[in-house]
């Protein structure tokens, strides 16, 4: 017995040393192993076993799969946060650009339970998304049920256009009574309930829907639970008085300071990021877990039919020209003023593309920026006619953003040109998103963005001298695939090969909150400012009273 016992351990020892044949399921050899974390910058071997990186060593390792990354970088996967192409094209142009973990934290989802179980074991990369507080509000306000598991981008467009029918978007232009809020923070509350990641807000295309103290209810309801309202902001991308960007992002901290709740807000690309960015790292230092979001490109994008890009605030309140601007990717050119007010009326679910001239050159500093992390903003995947392509269709069927196919890899290209630390730039790539979200308390996320032992297996292998996007805005090539990036593994799994997506490999993990079986929702009331005191004790007259107590 004690003989076996000694055969036992040297038998294991010899496993942990990485000194049997075919050690774990997978090694990548001689690649430059980088992690942002702890700063580890060497020449290393990597073992997987079960989806997880459980050896890192200069030592020989085998395994059964064997990836020779000689002269590549080894990095965490990376992470996008803003992903509206949540389809099994769009995951296969994002593991070209080396994205492993896609989440939709913006526009966000309805119905997260059904939403997570349809996907579950049938994407090729690591998948999440928020409560969308935009659908609670077209329940609400517009009347729509919102059944069934793909209350989601990319579809969400046509929720739109469904809402705009009677002429009225409820939804971004309809202010809610408290009794409204309190249902909308409901329904928000069942989906954190549910397992959302957090609460996905649109103040910038509903700005004269969404009252304050509403957005005050909606970050409390996430505050509840620890989670982040991650909002693309009111006035964004505003630059006048008084509608400027900042007051919209001054909103959200401030109620997030209030109520003690993390808070991020998405594409900080343009005007007043500066001070955005510099009132984050204020935040930051005393203990608060804010931060935002960048893409790599001078355009935006969204559907016509959007408020925010029709001519009465794009022009008069972001001061920006229609005709210079607001350009249309399947006719290749720019739209004239009556044009976009027509399209926002026949056909408001098109997608155009919105130029912001200025970005070109603050785009340079965003590369510098710590804790700024990149998020594609990826656009929902169809062709000239408007239909959504399948996983085999051709990369150069795609008509949209380039942002879609090419964010990751242009960072990349990019910050080698401008000088960047390549380990600041995976930072932004992974880190950092992996870092905030866990630091909520997603375990999930604590695990990812990092390249050492005991993570989980996402990784992407590149070329740093010659990654690169070939996207662009030019038609026809908005949705080539970036090269310079061979091999991509998801927990553990081999999902790119010889910059090849392979078929039929579907190791996709949910990024989620376990559910729970009771909610935390408290309805709000115009009275909760009262406090501890009761009414009569505040001397209000008899009139302010009734009205109260209404």
């Keep these: 017995m004690k003989r076996l016992f000694i055969l036992a351990a040297t038998a294991l020892l010899l496993f942990s040393s990485g000194a049997l044949a075919a050690d774990y399921d997978a090694v990548i050899l001689n690649g430059r192993v980088m992690d942002p974390e702890t700063g580890f910058d060497g020449i290393a071997n990597v073992g997987i076993s079960s989806g997880w990186i459980t050896r890192i060593t200069e030592k020989p390792i085998t395994g059964a799969e064997t990836i020779d990354a000689k002269g590549l970088v080894v990095a965490p996967g990376f992470i996008d946060l803003e992903q509206h192409a949540l389809t099994p094209w769009g995951f296969k142009v994002n593991l070209r650009d080396g994205v492993t973990t896609h989440m939709d934290l913006e526009v966000g989802a309805a119905n997260i339970a059904e939403w997570y179980a349809k996907r579950e074991g049938t994407l090729q990369g690591n998948f999440g998304t928020t409560i969308g507080h935009e659908f609670a509000r077209m329940r609400v306000h517009d009347g729509l049920k919102l059944a069934g598991p793909d209350i989601s981008m990319p579809i969400a467009l046509n929720f739109r256009a469904d809402a705009q029918e009677d002429g009225v978007n409820g939804w971004s232009v309809t202010p809610s009574t408290v009794d409204q809020i309190n249902t909308i923070t409901k329904i928000l509350d069942e989906g954190l309930r549910e397992g959302a990641i957090g609460i996905g807000n649109l103040g910038g295309?509903?700005?004269?829907?969404?009252?304050?103290?509403?957005?005050?209810?909606?970050?409390?309801?996430?505050?509840?639970?620890?989670?982040?309202?991650?909002?693309?902001?009111?006035?964004?991308?505003?630059?006048?008085?008084?509608?400027?960007?900042?007051?919209?992002?001054?909103?959200?901290?401030?109620?997030?300071?209030?109520?003690?709740?993390?808070?991020?807000?998405?594409?900080?690309?343009?005007?007043?990021?500066?001070?955005?960015?510099?009132?984050?790292?204020?935040?930051?230092?005393?203990?608060?877990?804010?931060?935002?979001?960048?893409?790599?490109?001078?355009?935006?994008?969204?559907?016509?039919?959007?408020?925010?890009?029709?001519?009465?605030?794009?022009?008069?309140?972001?001061?920006?020209?229609?005709?210079?601007?607001?350009?249309?990717?399947?006719?290749?050119?720019?739209?004239?003023?009556?044009?976009?007010i027509k399209l926002g009326k026949e056909e408001p679910a098109k997608m155009i593309i919105a130029f912001s001239p200025p970005r070109k050159e603050w785009m340079k500093e965003w590369f510098k920026v710590p804790e700024f992390v990149v998020a594609s903003d990826a656009m929902p995947p169809v062709d000239k006619d408007g239909n959504f392509l399948k996983w085999d269709s051709p990369y150069e069927d795609y008509v949209g953003h380039p942002r879609t196919a090419g964010s990751h890899a242009r960072v990349l290209r990019m910050a080698r040109e401008e000088g960047v630390p390549l380990m600041f730039t995976l930072s932004q790539l992974s880190y950092w998103s992996a870092k905030h979200v866990g630091d909520t308390g997603l375990k999930s996320m604590q695990v990812r963005?990092?390249?050492?032992?005991?993570?989980?297996?996402?990784?992407?292998?590149?070329?740093?001298?010659?990654?690169?996007?070939?996207?662009?805005?030019?038609?026809?090539?908005?949705?080539?695939?970036?090269?310079?990036?061979?091999?991509?593994l998801v927990h553990g799994t081999l999902v790119v090969k010889d910059s090849k997506v392979l078929p039929d490999v579907f190791p996709g993990q949910p990024i989620r909150f376990p559910p729970e079986k009771k909610g935390r929702h408290v309805d709000a009331t115009r009275k909760a400012w009262l406090g501890k005191h009761t009414i009569d004790d505040c001397g209000l007259s008899n009139s302010v009273i009734d009205h109260l107590q209404k």
């Design 205 to 340: 295309y509903s700005q004269k829907g969404i009252t304050t103290y509403e957005l005050l209810e909606v970050q409390r309801t996430g505050a509840r639970w620890g989670r982040p309202t991650t909002s693309h902001h009111r006035f964004h991308p505003g630059a006048t008085p008084p509608t400027e960007a900042p007051i919209g992002a001054d909103e959200l901290m401030a109620n997030a300071m209030l109520v003690d709740a993390p808070m991020m807000i998405h594409h900080n690309n343009d005007y007043g990021w500066w001070e955005i960015e510099e009132k984050m790292q204020f935040a930051r230092a005393k203990g608060y877990n804010f931060w935002s979001t960048w893409y790599p490109w001078d355009a935006g994008s969204g559907n016509v039919g959007a408020d925010i890009v029709q001519p009465g605030i794009w022009e008069e309140k972001m001061g920006f020209k229609t005709e210079e601007t607001i350009y249309d990717p399947v006719q290749d050119r720019f739209l004239t003023r009556d044009e976009v």
């Design 449 to 488: 963005g990092r390249l050492q032992e005991g993570m989980v297996a996402d990784i992407t292998i590149f070329d740093p001298k010659t990654v690169t996007e070939h996207a662009s805005y030019k038609a026809g090539s908005n949705g080539l695939a970036s090269t310079g990036i061979p091999y991509v």
